[in-house]
């Protein structure tokens, strides 16, 4: 699986949108992009993926870029809630096979009041 | 809304000794794993386990480690004879189809 590069910190004001950044240069056509989140030392959370269209659920939106190179995880409204460690990872879906997730050190986000 | 569970929350064992975890993963879903992490590291993978047999496993897991589904629920790693160094919190996450996991939130292992 094509490795990930994340800022290792980041803060934002309560009620601003969070934007996290991850660099994936290496991806494969076959590779999908998950973002995850900790939060303290709870079990990661499954918080959207995309393979090459932006993706939006009801926790964020996802914008890969065109050349699938890089991706931006997009929280609209951050509350003291979304403090955690988010984890952008890299990972091939293999029918008939639990393919494992590869975590990183992740972007630990903030959120200020 | 389904989760995975896990049990117990908290075990604290001697060296030596066997530990089973145990993990209740949601009800449809056909893909099991088993991830650690010792305090203040990443989330590391050990196992997953599909159509019930091991579809893949890290250099962690060697011969002390098993894992069983032993029923319709359950699913569950066992630690045959515990080191200091296996301190950690372990979690299990379950996945309907190929790709997504749901994590539980863990069971945190002390051994002294």
């Known amino acids: 699986d094509a490795k990930t590069t994340q800022p290792p910190s980041m803060d934002c004001a309560e009620g601003r949108a969070a934007n996290l950044p991850c660099n994936h240069s290496?991806?494969?056509?076959?590779?999908?992009v998950y973002w995850y989140r900790q939060i303290h030392s709870q079990g990661p959370q499954y918080i959207i993926h995309?393979?090459?269209n932006n993706e939006t659920n009801e926790m964020a939106s996802l914008i890969i870029t065109e050349d699938r190179k890089s991706s931006t995880l997009i929280l609209p409204h951050a509350t003291l809630r979304d403090t955690a460690v988010y984890y952008c990872?890299?990972?091939?879906?293999?029918?008939?096979?639990?393919?494992?997730?590869?975590f990183g050190s992740g972007t630990q986000l903030t959120v200020l009041p | 809304e389904p989760e995975v569970t896990q049990t117990p929350s908290h075990q604290v064992t001697q060296m030596g000794q066997e530990v089973i975890l145990r993990c209740v993963p949601i009800s449809n879903h056909l893909y099991f794993y088993w991830y650690r992490q010792i305090l203040g590291q990443k989330v590391e993978f050990l196992v997953s386990f599909y159509n019930n047999e091991i579809s893949e496993k890290s250099e962690i897991f060697d011969d002390q480690f098993s894992v069983e589904r032993p029923d319709g629920s359950n699913f569950t790693l066992k630690i045959r004879s515990t080191k200091l160094e296996d301190s950690a919190m372990y979690f299990c996450a379950s996945g309907q189809g190929v790709g997504t996991q749901y994590f539980g939130p863990g069971t945190r292992l002390l051994v002294l």
């Open positions: 290496t991806i494969s056509g076959n590779e999908y």
């Open positions: 995309g393979l090459k």
């Open positions: 990872i890299v990972s091939r879906i293999s029918s008939g096979s639990a393919r494992q997730l590869t």
